[in-house]
């Protein structure tokens, strides 16, 4: 890569005789008023320049493969291909593309698979201008952009809740087609009198189906059973806030 405006970085060996061309930046998001005026913040600065600004995942793979930029700064949140994916796909073709992640979300496991994905670190989306420019040139002189404290402790959060969730997916594995019925019926916000009529079952029988769901799955609520239930696709996602 090109070193930054001021000679001060050496870059990553994709241009290492231009230590003066500007930094070149692709932005990716799908709100195109952000993008741009992302864009006019940073072609304000001397020593950066924005190549091109993508509105999805798939513009923001052909536009790295076309532009071959030194820094692409990725919004994760897209519809179709998401941009942990966008990266992946970036990182494959163009290895030594410094990806930053930018998130509008406060997700504790968000640094961590960014980091996965091959990107280099995470920006939220409320930083200030210059200090996006700052990640930009630090990025592209192979700078580390967090503490690796930090993404190590990232890490670790994302790989205990990993196994947690697979966890959850054998206690719902264990759930008989009858049970997954009455999570569906609970999930419609229909009432037991409702469901044993609709199954052609006793309440009490349904009152010892719904027993036997939390036990399987180690709650102590119906709410908490629809919560995991619909969180790893096993029923459609409902408003919980309706349900009683």
Not at 79 to 108: F, Y
Not at 111 to 127: E, F, I, N, S, Y
Not at 139 to 150: C, L, P, V
């Amino acid at each position: 890569m090109a070193g930054n405006g001021n000679g001060s970085g050496t870059g990553n060996g994709k241009a290492d005789g231009a230590a003066r061309k500007p930094i070149t930046v692709l932005i990716v998001d799908d709100e195109r008023t952000f993008g741009e005026a992302l864009e006019v913040a940073l072609d304000r600065e001397k020593d950066l320049r924005v190549i091109h600004v993508a509105t999805d995942g798939l513009d923001a793979v052909a536009s790295a493969t076309q532009y071959q930029p030194d820094v692409v700064l990725m919004d994760v949140s897209m519809p179709g291909m998401n941009g942990l994916e966008a990266t992946r796909r970036i990182k494959q073709c163009d290895p030594d593309a410094a990806v930053v992640i930018l998130s509008g979300h406060d997700d504790e496991y968000m640094l961590a698979r960014a980091v996965q994905a091959g990107a280099v670190g995470l920006l939220r989306k409320t930083q200030a201008v210059g200090d996006v420019a700052s990640t930009v040139r630090r990025a592209h002189r192979g700078e580390a952009i967090h503490d690796q404290g930090e993404v190590e402790r990232a890490q670790r959060r994302l790989r205990h809740r990993r196994d947690v969730d697979g966890d959850v997916r054998g206690r719902l594995e264990r759930l008989t087609p009858r049970e997954l019925e009455i999570l569906e019926a609970m999930a419609a916000g229909r009432s037991p009198e409702e469901i044993a009529t609709r199954l052609g079952m006793s309440p009490n029988t349904l009152r010892t189906h719904t027993q036997n769901v939390l036990t399987k799955l180690r709650v102590h609520s119906k709410m908490e059973a629809l919560v995991l239930a619909i969180r790893h696709g096993k029923v459609a996602t409902v408003d919980l806030t309706e349900i009683v």
